[in-house]
């Protein structure tokens, strides 16, 4: 009965749609005033104008939830993480604020690296609670579903463990995020393979991929396409082979060099191409192929990157998301608002295309947008309600959070 639930006189705003929007279509919002959900068994039954709701015993099977005075939007997908790991960089950060950039120290043995070994040394205990606190403070900040990577363990044993971790987490009655797993085997180079990435590349299809597919842990590949990572050739090879095993595709693209991920991305038809430097050719030829342009302001903002070029990617008719990148080397943090406000304010996206882009193109960037991602019947009921009835205090509040609660599935959870 719990998950039965309706919420009502709130201002509901929402983007609409089974697919991702793009170009202008991204800041075509529906707001409704004195509206009501209805959630049933955890899926979403009506949206409309309030019916009645406000008088006593309406609907006696169903949780009332008066949202007067607030803003409910669906839930937020953040459709690029990397959640589940060991160890902690702030080491590297204060090598950083001392001038060294996020690629020297990989070159020289630390980054990615410094997080394998100490992931290597978890359990699968340990790695679950880790990665069960980043859970929760997401879903603090309107989080309802997530995606997750590996690729701290560039073996065999942890990067399957950092998968069940993730599986483990996602069985987990009335969680309060959904996750999605991605496999990123091809993360970066392990030390056992020093010198010989083609041969790593050749192990991660052969035996990596099969096993991953065989045992429904991952339903993404992705790959650090990257100037002394993976190359373009090197990402290509793997990605369609991963194609071939039925995985969706997804590049770190352009992170720090514009190598051409983002053509790359829509030669394979990827689902998402994320980061993103990319070149004028990468961005038109991606709103050709429909690749969904996941950006990642946090990050540009901790290596002090330039931003992608979001307004530009939207106006050439892209379908952009937005997503934190929480990881324990470029970027720490999983900051939903400051994600918001560096959207609104360096990549010159508009309130309503950050609100898209954190919602339905995030699912469409995790191909979920027929289920999630917008209020509309049919989909599963996770909403967030804010502490306004207007969206607009959503980068105003600078890294500050407005959200007050988080319903997952029809579920309330109070932000406390
Ligand atoms: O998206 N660039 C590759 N992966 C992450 C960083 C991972 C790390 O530094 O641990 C990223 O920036
Ligand atoms: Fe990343």
Not at 233 to 244: D, F, G, I, P
Not at 294 to 322: H, N, Q, W
Request: one cysteine or more; aromatic letters at 8%.
């Amino acid at each position: 009965m719990s998950e039965n639930l309706i919420i009502f006189n709130a201002r509901i705003v929402t983007p609409i749609g089974f697919s991702a929007r793009k170009g202008e279509e991204m800041s075509q919002l529906q707001v409704i005033e004195n509206g009501t959900v209805e959630v049933t068994k955890g899926i979403i039954t009506y949206v409309g104008e309030n019916r009645g709701e406000d008088r006593d015993g309406y609907y006696q099977h169903y949780w009332h939830y008066n949202a007067r005075g607030h803003c409910l939007l669906p839930g937020f997908v953040d459709s690029h993480t990397h959640f589940v790991f060991g160890g902690e960089r702030s080491e590297e950060f204060s090598w950083r604020l001392n001038g060294e950039s996020y690629m020297s120290i990989m070159e020289r043995g630390g980054g990615i690296a410094s997080t394998v070994k100490a992931t290597r040394q978890m359990n699968f205990l340990k790695l679950r609670s880790a990665a069960e606190g980043f859970l929760k403070r997401m879903s603090t900040m309107g989080v309802t579903t997530v995606e997750g990577k590996s690729g701290y363990g560039l073996d065999r044993e942890t990067e399957l463990l950092q998968l069940k971790v993730m599986r483990s987490l996602n069985n987990t009655e009335h969680k309060r995020v959904d996750i999605v797993s991605t496999f990123l085997g091809a993360h970066a180079l392990p030390e056992e393979y020093a010198g010989r990435s083609d041969e790593y590349i050749d192990f991660l299809i052969r035996e990596m991929l099969p096993l991953v597919r065989d045992g429904e842990l991952a339903e993404c590949c992705d790959v650090f396409c990257e100037q002394g990572v993976f190359s373009i050739e090197q990402s290509r090879r793997l990605l369609q082979a991963a194609k071939e095993h039925g995985f969706l595709l997804k590049l770190h693209a352009d992170e720090i060099v514009s190598l051409g991920g983002a053509e790359l991305a829509a030669e394979l038809g990827a689902l998402s191409a994320d980061h993103l430097h990319a070149s004028d050719a990468g961005i038109r030829a991606m709103a050709d192929a429909g690749v969904v342009a996941t950006l990642l302001p946090l990050t540009a903002f901790a290596l002090k990157e330039p931003y992608a070029r979001g307004r530009e990617m939207i106006d050439s008719g892209c379908a952009v998301a937005l997503a934190t990148d929480l990881n324990p080397g470029s970027c720490f943090s999983g900051s939903i608002p400051l994600t918001i406000a560096l959207a609104c304010i360096y990549m010159k996206m508009s309130i309503e295309e950050t609100i898209t882009a954190l919602t339905l193109n995030g699912a469409a960037a995790l191909q979920r947008a027929d289920r999630i991602g917008s209020i509309e019947v049919g989909k599963q009921g996770d909403f967030i309600v804010l502490n306004s009835d207007n969206y607009h205090i959503l980068p105003y509040y600078i890294g500050m959070n407005c959200v007050i609660m988080t319903i997952k599935g029809g579920m309330l959870y109070p932000v406390a």
